[in-house]
């Protein structure tokens, strides 16, 4: 049972806006920034998000990040097929001194 | 472009050693903290150890202290993880990942990823 918690799937359909919680605590999300990740089937991680609200070059905007209290977000808007993917939030836990990984919110594109 | 590719993942028997190697290119290797995360088979991604650049600090989760040791060869842009004591419920695809700057701490997203190399531990 990870320490940061994400709702295990969500399903929208294309062109839709969707939102990806992560919520956490004091100890992690609520002092110390987040970061997304994307997972699509059978591949590597993909950064997404970092600092909780900034995005790599070559990462479209449809991506967004935000954080408040001790919750994150990753909104994607205009849904399209291909983000079809598993979804992971991160942040540095001062009080287990460790990098803690969400469970993944696997997100189906109907 | 920043490549990230990891090699060494093999079948091991529990209790065995292995050492993955990672060689990044493309990249100002010393200055950046580097990491490993570890995907168990159908489950989610875990954090395992990281390396601060510029001579700097090293990180582990909990269940690897003391049977993993994270290292880096600068001059050869290569992370290392060596594992001992390997135990079951270290199996999965193993991927290292650079980090946005020198001190992990402060800088502690996975930035490129590579493809990973799987860890098999099995009697």
């Known amino acids: 049972q990870s320490v940061v918690t994400q709702a295990p799937s969500a399903s929208a359909t294309p062109g839709q806006r969707v939102t990806i919680s992560c919520s956490g605590g004091?100890?992690?999300?609520?002092?110390?920034?987040v970061s997304w990740y994307q997972q699509l089937p059978g591949a590597a991680p993909r950064l997404l998000i970092y600092?909780?609200?900034e995005r790599p070059s070559g990462v479209p905007d449809r991506f967004s990040g935000s954080r408040s209290g001790t919750s994150a977000s990753l909104a994607i808007s205009g849904l399209q097929s291909e983000d079809e993917a598993d979804y992971y939030c991160?942040?540095?836990?001062?009080?287990?001194?460790?990098?803690?990984f969400g469970g993944g919110t696997r997100l189906t594109v109907l | 472009e920043v490549q990230v590719l990891e090699s060494g993942g093999d079948l091991v028997h529990p209790g065995g050693s292995l050492r993955l190697s990672c060689v990044v290119s493309?990249?100002?290797?010393?200055?950046?903290?580097l990491s490993w995360v570890r995907q168990a088979p159908g489950k989610g991604l875990q954090w395992v150890a990281s390396?601060?650049?510029?001579?700097?600090?090293?990180y582990y989760t909990d269940s690897v202290k003391g049977r993993f040791t994270i290292s880096r060869d600068n001059s050869k842009s290569t992370l290392y993880l060596q594992m001992n004591s390997l135990r079951v419920d270290d199996t999965g695809v193993y991927y290292c990942?650079?980090?946005?700057?020198?001190?992990?701490?402060?800088?502690?997203?996975?930035?490129?990823w590579g493809k990973g190399t799987a860890v098999a531990v099995s009697s």
């Open positions: 990942a650079t980090n946005g700057g020198a001190a992990f701490y402060y800088y502690n997203s996975m930035d490129v």
């Open positions: 493309g990249f100002s290797f010393a200055r950046y903290a």
């Open positions: 390396f601060s650049g510029s001579g700097g600090d090293t």
């Open positions: 004091s100890s992690n999300i609520g002092r110390n920034a």
């Open positions: 600092n909780n609200n």
């Open positions: 991160a942040s540095w836990d001062d009080s287990l001194f460790a990098l803690v």
